[in-house]
């Protein structure tokens, strides 16, 4: 699945939900599916700078595909950011970059989302960028 599909796939599941508190508990939800994040990552060097809350983001890059660990100490941006692994995750750098990430905004998260929290979404979607950027070259 490409990340267009994607990020349609979680507005679809996101849209079934017509209470806002629904949306949000949906969010959680998506944080406890999360794999295990091994904790010799759980390094001030893959925290996130700008998220209200603990974020870790963990490139791995293997055979040209470009994947992550994320954690945080957080159930809502442990939520955002498994997501946001999801849609980005398993892909070659050029895609991620090729990629249009206004897309994300028909998630219509603002509606879910404090500004603080709306911040640290925009601070993980940054790293993922820069990660793409990183071995975009290799």
Same mark, same amino acid.
């Given at each position: ?26 969010? @959680?939800?998506?944080?406890?599916? $999360? ?9 001030? $060097?893959? @925290?996130?700078?700008?998220?209200? $809350? ?29 997501? @946001? ?39 993980? @979607? ?5 990660? $793409? ?6």
């Amino acid at each position: 699945m490409n990340i267009e599909e994607k990020i349609l796939l979680y507005k679809e599941e996101l849209d079934y939900f017509e209470d806002k508190m629904d949306k949000y508990k949906y969010l @959680l939800e998506q944080g406890k599916k $999360a794999d295990k994040f091994p904790e010799e990552y759980r390094k001030e $060097a893959f @925290l996130v700078s700008g998220c209200q $809350a603990q974020v870790w983001l963990v490139p791995l890059f293997k055979n040209g595909i470009l994947d992550f660990y994320s954690d945080s100490d957080a159930f809502i941006s442990k939520g955002m950011v498994t997501i @946001l692994c999801d849609i980005y995750g398993n892909k070659k750098p050029n895609e991620i970059m090729e990629s249009n990430f206004e897309k994300l905004n028909i998630l219509d998260l603002d509606n879910i989302l404090t500004p603080s929290r709306r911040n640290g979404v925009h601070s993980m @979607l940054n790293y993922i960028k820069k990660y $793409a950027e990183d071995y975009k070259k290799n």
